[in-house]
């Protein structure tokens, strides 16, 4: 079936350092791709996705392209602040975006930003 | 804001109980899914209801069970409630349909506690 997996955390980092969070997938279909971030007691948002191989998604400084030879959608900031702190997790959907299958998550990776 | 809203916030159940959640989706959206959050964990698929018909469902046993109103509202009831349970409960909508790769959004939970 499919599956998303993602580096564990927590990751910890000083504010202005650079991040990437590895995340690769398994897919029957030619799915899409997701970040989605989750802030202390809230629900998911979506901060960006990419629908094809070599599209780049991009939001909020936050940035990932879409890798169909290394089955790969690492997530990557150039400098990271205070407020990124949050849990971020991967998905996948073969079905263009939640489709009958729904969203494949990751287990998320909790990032930790210090002053 | 996503426009997906969730009530109640907070539930406490005893095991053996029914519980009904609700979900009032996003304006102009036609798709509404189910996921539960355990703990540290990614959401986890439960079903997707399209136009008040069950579209699709995750590995999730019968006593979890939902309906979609005309107004694309939705419940989600869970009967004979079990300790592993306990969970985030997130409801998500999207608009399908359009031939476009979907967005999907998501509510800000339901923390459910079973004792």
């Known amino acids: 079936g499919d599956s998303v997996t993602q580096m564990e955390g927590p990751v910890t980092l000083s504010e202005e350092a650079c991040l990437t969070i590895?995340?690769?997938?398994?897919?029957?279909?030619?799915?899409?791709l997701f970040w989605y971030v989750q802030y202390p007691g809230e629900g998911l948002q979506l901060l960006l996705k990419a629908t094809k191989a070599d599209d780049k998604g991009s939001n909020k400084g936050f940035e990932a392209t879409y890798r169909k030879e290394t089955t790969s959608f690492h997530l990557e900031k150039g400098s990271v602040q205070v407020s990124d702190s949050a849990v971020y997790f991967c998905?996948?959907?073969?079905?263009?975006?939640?489709?009958?299958?729904?969203?494949?998550f990751g287990k998320g990776t909790h990032l930790i930003i210090q002053p | 804001e996503t426009g997906v809203t969730q009530s109640p916030t907070h539930l406490i159940k005893t095991r053996g109980q029914q519980v009904t959640l609700r979900c009032s989706s996003q304006s102009g959206h036609n798709t509404v899914s189910w996921y539960q959050q355990a703990l540290g964990q990614g959401p986890q698929f439960i079903f997707q209801?399209?136009?008040?018909?069950?579209?699709g469902r995750g590995n999730f046993p019968p006593r979890f069970s939902g309906l979609q109103f005309p107004n694309y509202s939705s419940e989600l009831n869970v009967n004979a409630l079990e300790l592993d349970d306990s969970a985030l409960y997130l409801c998500?909508?999207?608009?399908?349909?359009?031939?476009?790769?979907?967005?999907?959004?998501f509510g800000q939970g339901t923390r459910l506690t079973v004792v």
């Open positions: 209801y399209y136009r008040e018909e069950e579209n």
């Open positions: 998905a996948l959907s073969v079905k263009g975006g939640g489709g009958a299958d729904g969203l494949t």
């Open positions: 998500a909508s999207s608009l399908a349909g359009t031939g476009a790769p979907w967005t999907t959004f």
């Open positions: 590895n995340c690769t997938y398994t897919a029957t279909g030619y799915p899409s």
